[in-house]
């Protein structure tokens, strides 16, 4: 409230002492909530070397509130937390639950839940003619094993009368993980390091398979991981009803690109178990850099006052070896003025990345590898249903907002592997009076 | 890739060969439904597509850095 009234009284100053007229870049304070529920299915968890169970569910909310500064600038603020349970991060230390270890079965250990929290502060500002915009932002984000702080930067260039706009943008973020690893191998004698609150000791349980369990597991000595972005737009009118856009990242990462929870099974190493469990033979190992390049297309036409069409392509390449394609189109259909629906299908390939290999597949001796199936071959097909209310004069209120708009989202999205996730949106927008 | 780059500089000339449309014809461009980026509440779910999916970027989702995921 008192950023909203701080806001208020700033943008209504800054309001009286303009001389010359000019359209403010944002008319008044807008307030998004935004809202969602997760959930997914899978047998391929990575933290159970790619046999498991992928359950998860998550519940997010985010506010972002945008204040008009003054004529050409604006402030957002974004602030989001991120509930989650996961059945497979759970399975960290399967030993804690009240039955037998199992890939398959969640455990009940304090792994199984965590909470994710952004802080987004941007700032933009305008130049007189609207044709240059420059823009900064800095963000914080932390969960139990994850923390990262990120900075970054635009600059736009619209020109040929706001038919034409190019765009660079840049960012930095420079995270670091805490790291845990799967508790047989922080038991003592294995070269971990028992610092968990469950005093597992791999010598009270009956190791079947395989009983001289050796694990050639050497904790990562680097924690940190630093992502550098770069990115380039372009985009154009191309008729009083179509519009279409190119874009171009490049990412750079470097540091620790593995997770220290996701085990691997080696295909030249004897199986251990405990209970229906297998014992890691070693962590995901994956190189310590990364670069990424995406090419992006959009294409929107307004077809009529009804529909109109909105595609979205996208090639990615990187040098693991992967190799993307991403299609998507929407079709927003105005059934009245103020209701909108928004039927969408959406296609994903990606190639593996070249240290991927099934659980029990992967050789000891490779420098990399890994079991993650996010970084597998497969196809994805997603498809969507939406909803939008909107009313555009903001009548019904709460406090000194009117709702402007509601949306109502809900896509099903399906690998053809074993893996499933469907996800529920909501987004309500309010301005202030 | 060259092929790929002279094929985005084909397209760009391409663009820019099209006739200006004036501000007071951009009424159906300024439609919310034709902005070039994906909406508000879309959010939620690219950030999802990021974390399970190989692909980032070019989308105005994150492009990498900010969590734990590929």
Known sequence: ?433 | MIKKLLLMAMIICFFSSCAVVKEYEKVNINDPDMALSEKKCDRNLTTAHSYREAAVGANGGKTGGGCGCN
């Open chain 1, 1 to 433: 409230m008192c950023l909203f009234a701080f806001a208020e009284a700033y943008s209504q100053t800054s309001q009286d002492s303009s001389k010359v007229y000019k359209k403010r870049v944002l008319e008044t304070i807008e307030v998004d909530f935004l809202s969602s529920y997760y959930s997914q299915d899978g047998d391929n968890a990575a933290v159970s070397g790619g046999i498991g169970t992928e359950e998860l569910t998550d519940v997010t909310g985010t506010i972002v509130v945008a204040i008009p500064l003054n004529d050409d600038d604006v402030l957002t603020i974004d602030a989001g937390v991120s509930a989650y349970t996961s059945a497979s991060s759970s399975n960290v230390n399967p030993f804690d639950g009240g039955q037998p270890a199992d890939p398959f079965v969640a455990s009940s250990g304090a792994s199984g839940a965590d909470t994710w929290a952004n802080v987004t502060a941007s700032y933009s500002h305008s130049s007189d003619d609207r044709n240059d915009i420059w823009s900064a932002k800095v963000s914080i984000s932390s969960e139990y094993d994850y923390f990262s702080a990120g900075v970054g930067g635009s600059y736009t260039k619209l020109f040929n009368e706001k038919n034409t706009e190019l765009s660079v943008s840049g960012n930095v973020f420079i995270d670091s993980w805490s790291l845990i690893y799967p508790s047989e191998l922080r038991a003592p004698g294995n070269g971990g390091d028992d610092d968990d609150d469950d005093d597992f000791n791999i010598n009270n349980y009956t190791i079947t398979g395989n009983p001289n369990y050796a694990p050639q597991f050497i904790p990562f000595n680097n924690s940190g991981r630093n992502s550098y972005s770069l990115g380039f737009g372009f985009s154009q009118i191309l008729h009083k009803n179509v519009q279409g856009s190119l874009a171009l990242d490049f990412v750079k990462q470097q540091g620790l690109l593995s997770t220290p929870f996701q085990r691997v099974y080696f295909a030249d190493v004897e199986d251990s178990f405990i209970e229906n469990f297998q014992l890691a033979d070693d962590l995901e190992r994956l190189p310590d850099s990364r670069f990424k390049v995406a090419v992006g297309g959009r294409l929107n036409w307004y077809l009529n006052e009804t529909f109109t069409v909105r595609t979205f392509y996208r090639y990615y390449f990187d040098d693991w070896r992967i190799i993307s394609h991403t299609a998507s189109i929407e079709v927003p259909i105005k059934i009245t003025d103020k209701f909108t629906l928004y039927p969408s299908y959406r296609f994903y390939n990606q190639t593996a990345a070249d240290y991927f290999a099934l659980a029990n597949e992967n050789l000891s001796t490779s420098d990399f590898y890994t079991s993650d199936y996010d970084l597998s071959e497969y196809s994805a097909n997603q498809f969507g249903f939406g909803v939008s209310y909107t009313d555009i004069f903001a009548k019904a209120h709460i406090w000194k907002f009117g709702l402007k708009s509601i949306d109502l989202k809900f896509y099903q999205y399906d690998r053809d592997t074993t893996f499933t996730s469907s996800i529920i949106t909501a987004g309500f927008k309010f301005v202030m009076d």
